[in-house]
């Protein structure tokens, strides 16, 4: 019978540190609650329509993405929502790999509460600093940047402790988020269409609540200084973020403005071809290609719901004020509302008769004539934009 060896002094040393770091945190509950919280919020992306793989720019930015001509327009709030919004499912499982490996050390150590002050305080801190650089000109989001404050603040508590620290668990420590650190930065600067301004931002914002606050072990032996060090940790991380928010440059580019006017240009499009359509019908009916009844069914089954379609894209269209194209926006947007109640009308058939009437003649006249005062505004107000440009 083999006799079992013992552990040498340091693997036991660093075994026994794990344990009693598992059993001051059994459950992680903070780590797997944002890890739960960022997958809901993009399952809920998914549930609204979102493509679950490569999401377009304008729809990040209507989730609460970060973009610096939005947070300098008042938006603050999207320095936060941006972190909880992700770029496709690869982007989250890849940040939440990261928050699961790195977030239950940092949980164990600096214990709930204060683990998720040092996330939400990396984040901002992220976003904040990426309106310098990415937010300029992309919409930025993901929770990267708070994941690499969770890698700084541990990094620091172990540079910090490393005398009272089992030797072997600050060694795997430094090397596993070292390399972390080095290699997705390192990525970053080689690869387009990464954040690394968040992740710089993140990780100096982790590091600097790590030299500030104490880790567990001190936190309950003292509570007052504990509680001291905490206010100054949370007026340091706020000064960061406030300085780094008014400091950044004007946005290089507006995309409320530029989303709002593919919008305008793509339901103008849409508005265009549902007019199209509609005529190319009527020269089918007065070529006999097409019957009466025929016409009048595809109004109510086709040209109606087209319409309505038109009247749902420009009910979303948001021109800056002062645009010149928003006298245009609000003629199409009358117009089309009255195209789709005329082509949705109700119609009767006559006894004896093959051509269908409308059941409300009046209102029909009165839509008829009010199309047709429409369109000649709409001539004049396309005639003073040429004459603008």
Aim: aromatic share 8%.
């Amino acid at each position: 019978m083999l006799t079992p060896q013992p552990l040498p002094p340091a693997v036991a040393e660093e075994h026994l540190f794990q344990d009693w770091l598992h059993d001051l945190a059994p459950r992680t509950w903070v780590s797997y609650g944002l890890i739960a919280l960022n997958a809901a919020v993009w399952a809920w992306m998914v549930a609204r329509g979102v493509d679950p793989f490569h999401p377009p720019a304008e729809l990040l930015l209507d989730w609460g993405g970060n973009a610096a001509s939005e947070v300098q327009r008042g938006q603050v709030w999207r320095l936060l929502t941006a972190t909880f919004v992700h770029s496709g499912i690869v982007h989250l499982v890849m940040n939440m790999l990261g928050l699961w490996a790195i977030g239950q050390t940092a949980e164990r150590i600096y214990g709930h509460r204060v683990f998720l002050g040092i996330y939400l305080g990396s984040a901002l801190a992220a976003s904040a600093l990426s309106l310098h650089f990415s937010a300029q000109k992309t919409v930025s989001v993901g929770a990267s940047g708070a994941v690499f404050g969770l890698a700084g603040v541990v990094l620091v508590a172990v540079l910090r402790h490393r005398d009272t620290m089992p030797r072997l668990f600050g060694k795997q420590m430094l090397r596993g988020i070292g390399f972390f650190v080095v290699y997705s930065l390192a990525q970053g600067f080689l690869q387009t269409g990464v954040d690394n301004a968040a992740h710089v931002g993140g990780l100096l914002a982790g590091a600097l609540i790590g030299c500030i606050l104490p880790v567990r072990p001190e936190l309950m032996k003292a509570q007052p200084q504990v509680r001291g060090r905490a206010v100054w940790a949370v007026a340091a991380v706020g000064a960061l973020v406030v300085g780094l928010t008014a400091l950044a440059p004007p946005a290089a580019v507006d995309f409320q403005h530029k989303y709002a006017v593919a919008a305008f240009e793509q339901a103008m499009r849409s508005f265009n071809m549902a007019m199209l359509r509609l005529g190319q019908e009527s020269q089918l009916l007065r070529a006999g290609k097409l019957s009466p009844q025929q016409e009048d069914e595809r109004s109510r089954s086709v040209h109606a719901p087209a319409f309505r379609q038109v009247q749902a894209e420009l009910a979303v269209v948001r021109l800056p004020p002062g645009d010149p194209r928003n006298g245009l926006l609000q003629e199409v947007r009358l117009q089309a509302g009255w195209m789709a109640e005329l082509q949705g009308m109700a119609s009767v058939t006559p006894p004896g008769s093959s051509q269908p009437q409308a059941a409300d003649p009046a209102r029909m006249a009165a839509l008829q004539a009010a199309i047709q005062a429409s369109t000649q505004r709409l001539a004049l107000l396309a005639a003073q934009g040429r004459r603008q440009r």
